[in-house]
């Protein structure tokens, strides 16, 4: 399984960006697919995921109405839709993926890590 994240950028304030995270390798109807994000100096931490049979979807508080997670089958791959963005959005953002019908919210359930993509929102 290999995943490339890729859509971060300088916006500012109450704007929006779309991250997109494009899976390669195998078939995913079995796995559940998750960003993470790690502002400065700080841990990773759960922002959203999908799985990706049924579609379910799962947020973190902090980015619950501000951010969609959606996946495209036939392209394989997973968006993070980040509207109303704020200067405490900024942070690397990674996709994950684990082979399981579940949301985890720790790193530590997850076996596969694309690149992080740098999301820098300004005041």
Known sequence: ?????SGGGLVQARGSLRLSCAASGRSFDTYTVAWFRQPPGKERVFAA????SGGSTSYADSVQGRFTISRDNAEKTVYLQMNSLKPEDTAVYYCAARNYAAAGRYP???NYWGQGTQVTVSS
């Open 1 to 5: 399984v290999q995943l490339q994240a």
């Open 49 to 52: 995921a999908i799985f990706w």
């Open 108 to 110: 530590s359930q997850y």
